[in-house]
């Protein structure tokens, strides 16, 4: 076998990469035949048969194995779920370097359904911690596909994560109610049945076991939070600046052009979202490590949160964290970050030193209805409308409940298609920070009998050939 082993003399990996699903067997059997004998001889079975990302594992320049990640739908993160090493070349650390090398360049990935063998080598490796008995603490997430996840009570079969592990029955595990005791827990792998017994050790499973695990949660709860934050904070992840992640000044990074030229997102919204990463960055609602995963969130014009049965959610969007959690692993928010000081950063932002904008009552709504739509909690956006503009809150709510853009502090239809028709949308929206606002703004509300985007072509076509304002003319006509 060893004659037929790949060589890689320069210890550059391969990938396979793609939005849509790969199929592990199929790329094994025409690129790997030598890795796929290997794991018929053992009657190795893989855990997923499909993948988003196929990486080959390489060790003295020779490809000895592989590893496939998911994208997870819920969490956001790369998610390993199969990893094979040759015999012949086990033992070598080969898994904790890819996990290390993960960490270093990119963020911290997480593991669907580990096997006991996994949460072994993490502990060995230093990514996780026995604390109790069979009881494991990991640094790395495991995730839990819905279909998998087993419960004492009822329960929505909702994709699971969680920090946990039992060495005793091979079962990631969580707390999801601690008054009712209600437990989950991973459903059994093939391997940790052929090779752990775990069938029969799951037999002792009671409500006793329910009741002694809600217990040790519960009266160990700041001990286990500070264990999963140092070994958290032991990970060396690479932290992304903010010019890293959005570009400087007047450009876009890799990663977001890279989106613009394969048409996953248009010029426009990509500025709008590049400026309001910046804005929430530097009032510190986001952190370096979560620069990423709320740059994906803000892209991703799909994502809602849908898990429901876990008691600490996020208060931006609703979906599942721990107690030592820094930020959401959802939508990147700082759970932690001054309350006090973003509010006199997001105020500052929100000034505009532009003397000429009037801030008539559709202007101040336009930013009202901005922040609503940002997620930022009503009590908050009154607050700063109220500290900002000349209004009061009686007299702004009075107008948008005549026109029916706000009902019980959400936006509604009405509101949306206000925030879409406003002449603000299209000035930030088509980036026309070339021409006065405020001349832009009469000129708006004087036609706006007429389409918008003709309205700005209208307005535009005014300047003559002045070369920016042509520049942003030809990126209007591409949405004609």
Same mark, same amino acid.
């Given at each position: ?14 990938? !396979?990469?793609? =939005?849509? +699903?790969?199929?592990? /067997? @199929?790329?094994? *059997? ?8 290997? &794991? ?54 080969? !898994?904790?370097? =890819?996990? +290390?090398?993960?960490? /270093? @360049?990119?963020? *911290? ?8 063998? &996994? ?362």
């Amino acid at each position: 076998m060893v004659g037929n082993i790949i060589v890689r003399q320069d210890d550059t990996q391969r990938v !396979f990469l793609s =939005e849509g +699903l790969l199929d592990v /067997e @199929e790329i094994l *059997k025409t690129n790997y035949d030598y890795i796929y004998e290997s &794991i018929q001889n053992e009657n190795f079975i893989l855990k997923y048969n499909q993948c988003n990302l196929f990486k080959e594992l390489i060790f003295d320049s020779k490809v000895v194995g592989f590893c496939t990640y998911d994208f997870s739908r819920q969490f956001i993160t790369a998610a390993l779920n199969n990893i094979y090493v040759l015999p012949e070349f086990r033992g070598k650390g080969i !898994f904790k370097n =890819e996990i +290390l090398k993960t960490l /270093e @360049e990119h963020n *911290k990935p997480s593991i669907m359904e580990p096997t006991r063998l &996994i949460v072994e080598l993490l502990i060995r490796y230093g990514f996780a911690r026995k604390i109790q008995d069979n009881i494991v603490a990991s640094a790395i997430e495991f995730i839990i596909p819905g279909e998998n996840v087993v419960t004492n009570r009822s329960y929505e079969n909702e994709e699971l994560s969680t920090h946990f592990y039992d060495l005793n029955i091979c079962a990631s595990i969580h707390v999801l109610d601690f008054n009712n005791a209600h437990i989950a827990y991973s459903a059994p792998l093939n391997y940790d049945i052929i090779h752990y017994d775990c069938i029969e050790k799951r037999k002792s499973i009671d409500e006793n076991y329910f009741l002694e695990i809600r217990d040790f949660f519960q009266n160990n709860d700041v001990e286990l939070m500070n264990i999963l934050v140092d070994l958290e904070e032991s990970l060396p992840i690479k932290n992304y600046t903010l010019e890293e992640v959005i570009g400087p000044e007047d450009s876009f990074s890799q990663y977001i052009q890279s989106l613009i030229d394969d048409g996953h997102v248009t010029y426009q919204k990509a500025i709008a979202i590049k400026k309001q990463i910046k804005e929430e960055y530097e009032a510190g609602m986001i952190l370096n490590e979560s620069l990423l995963i709320r740059l994906a969130y803000l892209f991703d014009e799909n994502v809602n949160p849908t898990i429901k049965s876990h008691d600490d959610v996020c208060p931006y969007c609703s979906m599942p964290i721990d107690d030592h959690d820094r930020f959401c692993h959802f939508c990147g928010i700082n759970l932690g970050y001054d309350l006090d000081e973003t509010q006199n950063n997001l105020m500052e932002s929100l000034n505009t030193s532009d003397s000429d904008f009037k801030e008539d009552i559709r202007f101040v709504s336009y930013k009202f209805l901005k922040l609503i739509d940002e997620k930022i909690p009503l009590d908050y956006a009154i607050f700063t409308i109220e500290n900002n503009y000349s209004i009061i809150w009686d007299e702004l709510d009075s107008f948008l409940r005549k026109n029916s853009y706000l009902i019980d502090g959400n936006l509604t239809d009405e509101g949306r298609l206000f925030l879409e028709n406003h002449p603000l949308y299209y000035w930030e929206k088509y980036d026309m920070g070339i021409v006065n606002y405020s001349d832009f703004e009469d000129y708006f509300w004087a036609n706006s009998h007429l389409d918008g985007i003709e309205i700005c072509l209208n307005f535009l076509n005014e300047y003559g050939d002045d070369e920016y304002v042509s520049d942003i003319i030809d990126d209007i006509k591409k949405d004609v």
